[in-house]
């Protein structure tokens, strides 16, 4: 009866939103799917029609107030119809959510606004026999008149289902219209006087059986009387008068009068429920210190009396936790079964146990309805040890805090706000009793007895009020019981008196070294209590007794995995293995497709080769040479020519966008096989800066997984020639000993291919003079060395072979002679260019042209090189200068199309 | 230099290139990798020495933080609890981050792929090689705050807040499950730093492309309006290792995060798989 969050299954929701979406995401691996998937199209929604129903404003009377209404039509009419009513304080949008989901459902559903709430007019009568019932006699009036309702006969067929204030409306208008063929009442009175202002829970035993005594619930009566109020300035709100009146007696501390008893009953099921013949699902939360499991438990036993078929079932929730959550799948089924299938109702009794500190929420399924007193003979008494004297303070103040209503102990925020107050109760207003560790695990189910005695200690017979509460201890942490306090008031003559008590019904489930404890106190924050000082002795009387019900069936509802997560787990592990194998099949057959015994063809075949970059420079464009066993061939292009781009995919690090390479007859790619008879520098040392040079080589030998005695770690280290530094740390060496160590780390193994990037960088003349005999005597083993430079000369003294780049482009190759020219071609410096020119031609000599300025150059054929010099200074002309044969450098630069050399 | 051309035979060429043995003994020589060991092998004696500072211990606290000192167990699982939070990510993000950029960087990637070990090979070694160095941090971690515990508050079991005192004996195999479950919290985290090495060239870049990926989805998980999308976001069950410290221990939130771990780890390692096995390597 109080503001209900609306009901929905977000919990359930989201549970099952992480399997589909975890099950999506393996099955595609795609996050934008995913993304798509995971917010469901809005789907097409079916009519819904708004409208007002005139209804009496009091039975007979001719004035009318409005209903204000929501009719939601399935796509499939006719249907079964559902009458929804809200939670108090609410009005008809906090059903939507319900309603439509109803809808999609099959139903029709009409959802309204009760009197006095949302824009229906009229004033609150707490479901009353003379306002709201017949009003909702009205809207079944409305059902039996829509042509999309189903009918048997002229009967509709219509269930009616309502949560609290709802749950209420819901009994009574089932009680009292026969054409109501299912109810759904969930966390909801039986009788309204019992509710609010309960009798005592404690009787002196062998006392008269007297009218008991009453505590009004001051806290929940309070917050129900500010949700009516409405915003309105009246001070009584929407509420009736006479309601309004009845609030301020009891809240003021007043008895309530026979009078307000009786306006009471006129709001209770209990004065209707002789009525019921249609099958009643009775939903009562454990986390309610409302409307307790016995409010149930009394109109479950009046409809079983009346003869209508009854199912009672206790949930994880209530006014205290998270309302009526999580009861939509219960709900929906129960309607199937009854309004579509017309099943019968079947007889099972099944109850939630709350997570404790050391297990799960439970679902228990009996084999039938058991009541609070559980089953017959198989109670636990558990003996309690404490005892100690009351005081209640003069206006019971401070009062204890036992638990906050609507914010009871089924939610964590709960649970730490209720533990932080009940610290700061006051010691002296409570007795505790509490059990030794138990020994067996025990499930509590129903309403706990226990006998106290009561001795005033000023030895006068007195009114004594106290309230009673279960709670369970596990090591340090210790939890209130769901299900609130049990008001005991009685009179107590001046020798004392026992006292029986039943505690509120609850669930609980005990594990071996639980503790079960008992607290008695003499104030709750959410009682009216007594004013009056007093002070009582409490002792225990019994042992405690703990009502069971044999389970049937257990189910864990918490805890455990999702088995679409599971399921999705299995998948993501067998997509992984999949993948990894695919990987593993996928590189081997590349490789054992790489190392084809092809017939063992040169060192190195290069054809059409051809890169460019992401940027769109063109690197290498179409270039094609072949090197032969023996030849130590040089690279030769200006910076950017392409040189190292174009080992680099001789060495497979990048890939060409066009061509191929071959070595030994075998294609070369990214971790190809062959790559093991390389040896690579490309493009500048590469080491880890703080191990020693040594240990790099050794490292980098150790990776290749070769055996150590193939190394040949000293003629590489011989190379290196690094002395004493080889032990030092690679960090502290210079470029020239960093590049010696990384040549010879390429000579490592002696490869049968040594590919050399820029090796004279950074090395000093008597280095690069070494260097040079080492590569010449490496390529007369019959191995052969490819070295890139840019030093012309260098090329020219080191090679035997010469392929030369520029902008990417090969444009020439070949022994370095031939590329440079004849080797016999003559160039004289002379003093007379034209004399000297006549004079070599007159000799007769195969070619002769002018060289720059001041020189001739001259083939001589057959003729001997004396006799071109001869002829030359026979005609009389000086000769300065004589070189025999071209060098590199002019070819090179007449080949890359320079015209003045640049050094 | 001798002349004889050395070839391969076929027994050889069966050979592993770069053995496991061999990356472990490269990645540990890194002081980068050996501080991150040590760093989190001090945290349990930190963490102990900042309990001395902050005096003794506060009496019926209803968190970790607050029952840290009541037991050997219990000091060693708050620890735990603090090391899971950012630290063990930061260290994930380090390992994996520098796994193929940490190469590129220091121009030894071209001269390991020239030898030639595959790239395929040469990712799944590091990524193994990582992930132990990473599971022997938590491991010692774990041992450490456990020693450091039990030497300083005794062998007593792990007191859940809000529950039971645990046996000792069921203590450890909670805090084993705890640390076992936090590497399952990082198998996204690994993921991406091995996509990001693979792409980015610097191992910092990498590094912090994680943590910066780690502190976003953080901060979008904080963003209740999101509602069941944040179950898309990595570190949205970041916290599913706590599971072990209470009791009872909610099994289904860790079956979460390890779908949502794996989910990510196909996802980020078959992208840096595919791009690691065509990239042009020029570094």
Request: charge should be positive; hydrophobic fraction near 50%; charged fraction near 15%.
């Amino acid at each position: 009866m109080t503001v209900e969050p609306p009901p929905h299954l977000r919990r359930g929701r989201s549970r099952v939103a992480h399997g589909v979406l975890a099950a999506t995401l393996v099955v595609l691996a795609v996050l934008a799917t995913v993304l798509g998937a995971a917010t469901p199209a809005a789907a097409a929604q079916p009519p819904v029609r708004s409208f007002f129903v005139p209804v009496a404003d009091s039975p007979g009377s001719a004035s009318r107030i409005r209903l204000d209404v929501d009719l939601y039509t399935p796509a499939a009419t006719p249907a079964p119809a559902v009458l929804l009513a809200h939670g108090f304080g609410q009005d008809k949008t906090a059903l939507a959510p319900e309603a439509r989901r109803l809808q999609r459902e099959g139903f029709v559903v009409l959802a309204y606004s009760a009197r006095g709430f949302g824009r229906s007019g009229g004033r609150i009568g707490l479901d009353s026999l003379d306002g709201e019932v017949p009003d909702a006699r009205a809207l079944v009036d409305v059902l039996a008149r829509t042509p999309s309702v189903r009918r048997v006969g002229l009967d509709p067929v219509v269930g009616v289902v309502g949560g609290s204030y709802g749950g209420a409306l819901a009994l009574m208008l089932g009680a009292t219209d026969r054409r109501i063929d299912t109810v759904v009442a969930a966390i909801t009175w039986n009788d309204l006087a019992q509710a609010l202002i309960p009798a005592s829970a404690g009787r002196v035993v062998g006392a008269s059986a007297a009218a008991p005594l009453r505590d009004v619930k001051s806290g929940w009566a309070s917050r129900l009387f500010a949700d009516g109020l409405g915003g309105s300035a009246d001070p009584c709100g929407r509420f009736t008068p006479a309601f309004c009146s009845v609030y301020q007696r009891l809240i003021t501390g007043g008895a309530p009068t026979p009078a307000d008893l009786a306006l009471l009953a006129r709001s209770s099921p209990s004065t209707v429920l002789s009525g019921m013949r249609a099958p009643t699902l009775l939903l009562q939360g454990l986390q309610d210190s409302l409307f307790g499991l016995d409010q149930a438990d009394a109109n479950a036993r009046q409809i079983a009396a009346a003869g209508a078929p009854v199912q009672v079932r206790w949930f994880d929730g209530g006014h205290d936790g998270s309302g009526i959550a999580g009861t939509d799948a219960v709900v929906d089924a129960w309607l199937a079964a009854r309004l579509t299938g017309r099943q019968r109702v079947p007889s099972t009794f099944s109850y939630d146990v709350p997570a404790s500190a050391t297990s799960f929420p439970e679902r228990v399924t009996a084999s039938g309805y058991r009541g609070l007193t559980g089953d017959v003979g198989k109670a636990l008494s558990v003996p309690l040890n404490g005892g100690g004297t009351l005081v209640n303070p003069p206006g019971g103040l401070p009062s204890s805090f036992t638990s906050l209503p609507g914010l009871g102990g089924g939610t964590a925020i709960g649970r730490a706000a209720g533990g932080l107050l009940a610290r700061a109760n006051p010691p002296a207003e409570a007795v505790r009793f509490e059990s030794a560790p138990l020994q067996q695990p025990a499930v509590l189910a129903g309403a706990a007895t226990v006998r106290i005695r009561l001795t005033p200690v000023g030895g006068t017979a007195t009114d004594a009020m106290v309230y009673a509460q279960l709670s369970a201890r596990t090591g340090d942490a210790e939890r209130a019981l769901p299900g609130g306090v049990a008001p005991v008031r009685v009179h107590l003559p001046a020798s004392g008196a026992v006292v029986a008590v039943t505690l509120p019904g609850t669930a609980w489930s005990f594990a071996p070294g639980d503790r079960v404890a008992l607290t008695v106190r003499t104030s709750d924050a959410q009682f009216g209590g007594s004013a009056a000082p007093a002070a009582d002795r409490v002792a225990l009387n019994s042992p405690l007794v703990l009502p069971e019900i044999a389970p049937a069936a257990t189910a864990r509802t918490a805890g455990l995995p999702d088995p679409a997560v599971v399921i999705g787990i299995g998948a993501a592990l067998a997509v992984a293995v999949v993948l990894l194998v695919l990987a593993a099949v996928l590189g081997r057959r590349r490789r054992s497709v790489a190392a084809l015994p092809g017939p063992d063809g040169p060192p190195l075949a290069i054809r059409g080769l051809t890169k460019r970059f992401r940027s769109g420079f063109l690197a290498v464009d179409d270039v094609s040479f072949t090197v032969e066993r023996g030849q130590v061939l040089g690279l030769l292009g200006e910076n950017g020519a392409g040189k190292t781009t174009t080992l680099r995919m001789v060495a497979g690090l990048i890939r060409p966008d066009r061509g191929a390479v071959e070595a030994f007859g075998a294609p070369v790619g990214p971790g190809s096989p062959v790559l093991t008879r390389f040896g690579c520098f490309i493009e500048g040392p590469g080491f880890l800066p703080h191990l020693s040079g040594r240990r790099n080589l050794d490292l980098y030998w150790a990776a290749t997984g070769r055996p150590r005695r193939e190394a040949h770690l000293d003629e590489a280290l011989a190379v290196a020639d690094l002395g004493g530094a080889i032990d030092k740390r690679v960090r502290g060496y210079s470029q020239g000993m960093r590049q010696r160590l990384a040549i010879a780390q390429a000579m490592l193994g002696l490869p049968d291919l040594l590919v050399l990037d820029e090796p004279t960088n950074g090395l000093d003349p008597p280095q690069i003079t070494a260097l040079r005999g080492v590569l010449r005597r490496y390529a007369e083993g019959g191995r052969t060395v490819i070295v890139s430079s840019h030093l012309l000369a260098e090329v020219e003294r080191t090679c035997t072979h010469v392929v030369v780049m520029s902008h990417g482009r090969l444009v020439a190759a070949g022994p370095v002679g031939e590329v440079a020219g004849e080797a016999s071609e003559l160039v004289l410096d002379v003093t007379d260019q034209a004399g000297a020119l006549r004079a070599v031609r007159d000799l007769g000599v195969a070619r002769a042209e002018p060289h720059g300025g001041t020189g001739i150059r001259v083939d001589p054929g057959a003729l001997g090189v004396e006799d071109v010099i001869a002829a030359v200074v026979h005609a009389g002309i000086g000769i300065r200068d004589v070189q025999r044969g071209r060098h590199l450098e002019e070819a090179f630069l007449e080949l890359i199309g320079a015209t003045e050399p640049s050094a | 230099m001798s002349a004889a051309a050395t070839r391969p035979d076929a027994r050889e060429r069966r050979r592993r290139v770069l053995p496991f043995r061999v990356e472990l003994a490269r990645q540990l020589s890194q002081w980068r990798v050996r501080i991150v060991l040590l760093v989190l092998a001090v945290l349990p004696i930190v963490v102990r020495v900042a309990l001395l500072i902050g005096g003794p211990p506060s009496s019926g606290g209803t968190d970790l933080a607050a029952l840290a000192q009541a037991s050997g167990a219990t000091f060693a699982g708050f620890v735990l609890v603090l090391a899971g939070g950012f630290l063990v990510t930061l260290v994930a993000a380090l390992l994996f981050g520098d796994l193929i950029a940490g190469e590129a960087s220091r121009s030894t990637l071209k001269y390991l792929l020239t030898i030639p070990v595959p790239r395929m090979r040469l990712l799944a070694v590091k990524v193994l090689v990582a992930t132990v160095i990473l599971a022997v941090g938590i491991v010692a971690l774990t041992a450490i705050a456990l020693l450091v515990g039990v030497l300083s508050y005794g062998a007593g079991g792990l007191q859940v807040p809000g529950g039971p005192r645990l046996g000792f004996g069921d203590s450890v195999g909670r805090l084993a499950l705890t640390a076992a479950a936090s590497v399952v919290g990082l198998l996204w985290a690994a993921a991406l730093g091995t996509l990001l090495t693979v792409v980015a060239d610097s191992p910092l870049a990498a590094a912090g492309g994680v943590v910066l990926a780690s502190i976003l989805s953080r901060i979008l998980d904080q963003i209740p309006d999101l509602g069941d999308l944040r179950v898309l976001l990595p570190t949205h069950y970041s916290s599913a290792f706590r599971r072990f410290l209470t009791a009872p221990v909610d099994l289904a939130p860790v079956a979460d995060a390890l779908l949502s771990g794996l989910i990510w780890a196909i996802l980020f390692g078959t992208v840096a798989a595919w791009w690691f096995g065509r990239k042009d390597v020029s570094g």
